[in-house]
T-cell receptor
Framework: ETGVTQTPRHLVMGMTNKKSLKCEQH?????MYWYKQSAKKPLELMFV???????ENNSVPSRFSPECPNSSHLFLHLHTLQPEDSALYLC???????????FGPGTRLTVL | EDQVTQSPEALRLQEGESSSLNCSYT??????LFWYRQDPGKGPEFLFT???AGEEKEKERLKATLTKKESFLHITAPKPEDSATYLC??????????FGTGTSLTVIP
């Protein structure tokens, strides 16, 4: 595997389900990000981790819970989501001090 | 208020018809400006980083330029495979990232 990978690529869940999104980066970076992308809206930064420490949480509802066990892996745990949470969830990584972010393919989430 | 605005929202070009996409920004201080390409159903693919006014970067048919208030992505003699959404992002001095809503480019054979 190369670059940034995300699983699953597609997810359909009910409002009472619990699921997790997984991201893995193979670039040796030390910063990882979760973004939400909705139609006709700019990418919304959700969470930032630098060296496994969460450094940013942009007022994201508690039904989204991130986890970063090491600098290569990032999870987004989902529970009791709402239909308006349906979107493309993108993971990205970068090397601190070099600001380009490299994105994964995303997980298309649909909440019924 | 810090923000990034891209125009036009959508652009249709004939193959070989050159044009430019615009990204205007207002931030308290610019650390870097980034251009990405995004194909349907995929994540954004990094194209360029620009750091200071007057800087230019080129890659194949694409050329990015930067002024103190905006950036342009010039597309010279585009081909159908250049069809995609092009995203602009700005990193402010406080390390906040701001993305535009993108320009959807369609190149017609």
């Amino acid at each position: 595997e190369t670059g940034v990978t995300q699983t699953p690529r597609h997810l359909v869940m009910g409002m009472t389900n619990k699921k997790s999104l997984k991201c893995e980066q193979h670039l040796g970076h030390n910063a990882m990000y979760w973004y939400k992308q909705s139609a006709k809206k700019p990418l919304e930064l959700m969470f930032v981790y630098n060296f496994k420490e969460q450094t940013e949480n942009n007022s994201v509802p508690s039904r989204f819970s991130p986890e970063c066990p090491n600098s290569s892996h990032l999870f987004l745990h989902l529970h009791t989501l709402q239909p308006e949470d349906s979107a493309l969830y993108l993971c990205a990584s970068s090397q601190e001090g070099i600001n380009e972010q490299f994105f994964g393919p995303g997980t298309r989430l649909t909440v019924l | 208020e810090d923000q990034v605005t891209q125009s036009p929202e959508a652009l249709r070009l004939q193959e070989g018809e050159s044009s430019s996409l615009n990204c205007s920004y207002t931030v308290s201080g610019l650390r870097g400006l980034f251009w990405y390409r995004q194909d349907p159903g995929k994540g954004p693919e990094f194209l360029f980083t620009l750091y200071s006014a007057g800087e230019e970067k080129e890659k194949e048919r694409l050329k990015a330029t930067l002024t103190k208030k905006e950036s342009f992505l010039h597309i010279t003699a585009p081909k159908p495979e250049d069809s995609a959404t092009y995203l602009c992002a700005v990193q402010a001095l406080g390390n906040q990232f701001y993305f535009g809503t993108g320009t959807s480019l369609t190149v017609i054979p």
